[in-house]
């Protein structure tokens, strides 16, 4: 049995903020009314953090400031500070690497910890949980909850349960009861669309979903409809990927037999060194921020090119539609010598959340192809494959 932990600064935003300006001798903003976020006369003035006592208020994360200022008229309102942020969240995942090298940061404030494999030489791990939370306290001044569960959708669950400075366990055996009673809405991965779409059917909480017909389920959901049931009923077999095991890039690239200068030649080749680079992607976990190409030419002149996209992705379809763009826009139609493709700023693909559900039916598809081609991959090797 695995035992997985996942932590998560309370209130991140505003108690870094918090512990920055207490060393300044400023009052300690977590015991006021207060938020971090934007300008509030602007339009993207919103609440990005909030205390406890905000929230009380009714202050809910991601609205208006203005609109707080109604529930709330003594809201105090901080401004972010994204490179105090960066340093406090990189300092807490060096701090927790000293106890053990299996961590899967999962945002700037969250990560997992395969607790399994040091559980002999640290001991209990509530006992090790209570440890770290007040070493973390001391040594950095804020709180983190802790979840701990059997896998990483449970431990996600059991951090969110009560907050803060909490130690909570969801263990495989307590499942129907802490995590059934509760609203669809929290269950981790189940989108606000795709809660919305269960609530249509009758499915409110989360044991209504995990004792619920699959079959009936297809109708709405097709392929996912296995995947959604299992979530409800705790059931994760996903692995916590470090990120020392994770590469900073992957890229492949082809050097031509005769320089190339066909536009369908070319870009035939760049699928297919998509093809081998999204297929690491996923087998690895991981998604990326940054599709680049490079191209050099019959003079050796290389030149790469690169997009920053808006979510991380390991879908080929998505990573080719990009790469296909770039190579496009940038190819001066000379003579090409080498094709290359990279994708950097790797992410765990553990934070995707599916927005909206119009995507996710193409999004499936795509998924489903790629599943697919992986398998293929993975028995004969690359040259099987023409999609
Ligand atoms: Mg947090």
């Not at 609440?47 to 208006?64: D, H, M, Q, R, Y």
């Not at 307590?174 to 609530?199: A, H, P, Q, R």
């Not at 002149?301 to 997009?307: A, E, G, I, P, R």
Request: charge should be positive; include cysteine.
């Amino acid at each position: 049995m695995r035992i997985i932990f996942h932590i998560d600064v309370n209130n991140a935003f505003l108690s870094w903020t918090a512990v920055e300006y207490l060393k300044d001798g400023f009052k300690d903003i977590r015991k006021f009314e207060a938020v971090i976020g934007g300008k509030e006369n602007s339009r993207n003035g919103v609440v990005l953090a909030k205390s406890i006592s905000a929230k009380k208020c009714g202050v809910v994360t991601g609205e208006p400031i203005v609109h707080s200022r109604k529930k709330c008229p003594n809201l105090e309102v901080y401004p972010p500070n994204y490179k105090l942020y960066s340093e406090m969240s990189k300092n807490l995942f060096l701090f927790l690497r000293e106890y053990t090298p299996d961590i899967e940061v999962c945002s700037i404030d969250e990560c997992f910890i395969d607790y399994t494999p040091v559980k002999k030489m640290y001991g209990d791990e509530k006992e090790f949980a209570k440890k770290i939370q007040s070493e973390i306290f001391e040594k950095f001044g804020f709180t983190v909850n802790i979840g701990i569960a059997n896998n990483k959708l449970c431990a996600k669950m059991a951090s969110d349960l009560e907050k803060p400075n909490k130690i909570i366990t969801i263990y495989d055996d307590e499942i129907e009861e802490k995590m059934w009673n509760l609203d669809i809405n929290e269950l981790y991965g189940c989108g606000k669309k795709t809660s919305e779409l269960l609530n249509k059917i009758n499915i409110f909480t989360i044991g209504d979903l995990a004792n619920y017909d699959e079959n009936k389920l297809r109708k709405y959901f097709k392929n996912r409809a296995h995947a959604l049931i299992d979530m409800a009923r705790g059931i994760d077999d996903s692995v916590v990927v470090s990120d020392n095991d994770k590469n900073k890039c992957i890229s492949s690239s082809t050097t031509f037999e005769k320089d190339e200068y066909d536009e369908k030649s070319i870009i035939k080749i760049l699928d297919k060194l998509i093809e081998k680079v999204t297929f690491q992607l996923r087998e690895q976990g991981s998604s990326a921020y940054v599709v680049g190409i490079i191209i050099k030419d019959a003079f050796f002149k290389t030149k790469s090119h690169q997009v920053k996209l808006k979510n991380a992705t390991n879908e080929t379809k998505e990573i080719k539609d990009v790469a296909r763009k770039l190579f496009l826009k940038n190819w001066n139609k000379e003579d090409v010598r080498l094709i290359g493709v990279k994708v950097e700023q790797l992410v765990s693909s553990c934070n995707y959340q599916m927005s909206l559900f119009e995507e996710i039916k193409e999004k499936d598809n795509n998924k489903k192809l790629d599943e697919t081609v992986d398998q293929l991959y993975k028995k004969y090797g690359s040259k099987v494959i023409k999609k």
